[in-house]
């Protein structure tokens, strides 16, 4: 068993926190806007793989009530990454491994550079999640992660995985954590992206719309040929299959239903949307590497316009 604190336990976190404290493991929870529900009625997880309570979850308002742990599983917005080191380090100890399970380019590099550890790792989840009523969260379909360590070390991968071995959750490895990453992005910058930019649609509205389907594919098109060049000038050997991906993003999609990620409901909701993370570091990398993007360019700029955390129109 082993001891683990969820920081960032948001719809993504509590779900996967959950999940390994039904597996038996000793998991804390950071919480704030959910604390008193939970503390009243417990953790109520409603998915489609059956519905479950941990009806007595050991909570915290702050970190430092959690106190030293074996992993930290790292749920927050990458609005808060700047925010991320002060909450996790009460946690940490010199062998804490930390999983971020958290979209975009750069985390794991910036969480290692804040926290002073290489005890890092990615988690890409494929999920469609949403936070219910205080204290209970939807798990509407799919759930598996990909795992992959910063320094792509198979020992610290076997670790990793270790950790989920009883627990309700398809785990993949992943060799290459630069490769996974732009693979998720591969979904995240035409879904997570055009569901705002075409006026608060939702992911169904994407795939039937012929127009904006096309969009998705040339943006995930673009994704590629942005991560192939990183992945080549990180003098890394894997490569991403773009016609191999992209059908297997529209394939998951095209089945999802009117589901609204999580930058959707963010804007929809008026909180700061990912716009740095998410698309603004992979049209940077593309425009550094002399990959065209335009497309990539064109969203990156009407979403950081429309984030209400800018303001409207800045």
């Known amino acids: 068993m082993a001891t683990v604190a969820v920081i960032g336990a948001g719809a993504v976190g509590s779900y996967y926190g959950a999940r390994l404290a039904q597996a038996g493991h000793d998991v804390r929870f950071l919480l704030r806007r959910d604390y008193d529900a939970v503390a009243e009625r417990g953790l109520h997880i409603e998915s489609h793989h059956g519905d479950f309570a941990l009806e007595r979850p050991a909570i915290a308002r702050d970190a430092a009530a959690i106190g030293p742990v074996d992993w ?3 749920g927050l917005k990458t609005t808060a990454l700047d925010h991320a080191a002060a909450l996790i380090r009460p946690c940490l100890t010199p062998e804490t491994r930390v999983l971020a399970i958290m979209n975009g380019l ?6 290692a ?3 002073g550890t290489e005890h890092v790792f990615g988690g890409l989840a494929f999920t469609c999640i949403n936070r219910g009523e205080p204290g209970v969260i939807h798990h509407i379909e799919y759930g598996q992660v990909g795992i992959a360590h910063l320094g792509d070390d198979p020992a610290e991968l076997d670790r990793a995985l270790a950790l989920w071995q009883d627990a309700t959750v398809e785990i993949t490895r992943q060799p290459s954590l630069l490769r996974a990453r732009w693979e998720k992005l591969c979904w995240n910058v035409p879904f997570n992206g055009l569901t705002v930019a075409a006026g608060g649609v939702d992911t169904e509205v994407i795939v039937t719309d012929a127009a ?6 040339a943006l995930m098109e673009e994704v590629v040929a942005a991560g192939n060049a990183d992945l080549a ?5 894997e490569r991403i299959d773009g016609e191999a991906v992209i059908s297997r993003m529209f394939e ?5 239903g009117p589901y609204r990620p999580s930058t959707l409901i963010d804007y929809l909701e008026g909180r700061a949307i990912e716009v740095d993370a998410i698309f603004a570091e992979p049209a940077r990398r593309a425009r550094d590497l002399s990959v065209s993007a335009p497309r990539m360019e064109m969203l990156t ?6 984030d209400p955390a800018r303001g409207a129109g800045g």
């Open 212 to 217: 904006l389907r096309a969009e998705a594919r």
């Open 252 to 256: 998951l999609t095209d089945v999802m």
């Open 113 to 115: 550079g804040s926290l």
């Open 233 to 237: 000038a990180a003098g890394n050997s």
């Open 72 to 74: 930290v599983l790292c």
């Open 106 to 111: 750069g985390v794991e590099e910036s969480l």
């Open 301 to 306: 700029a009407l979403l950081a316009r429309l």
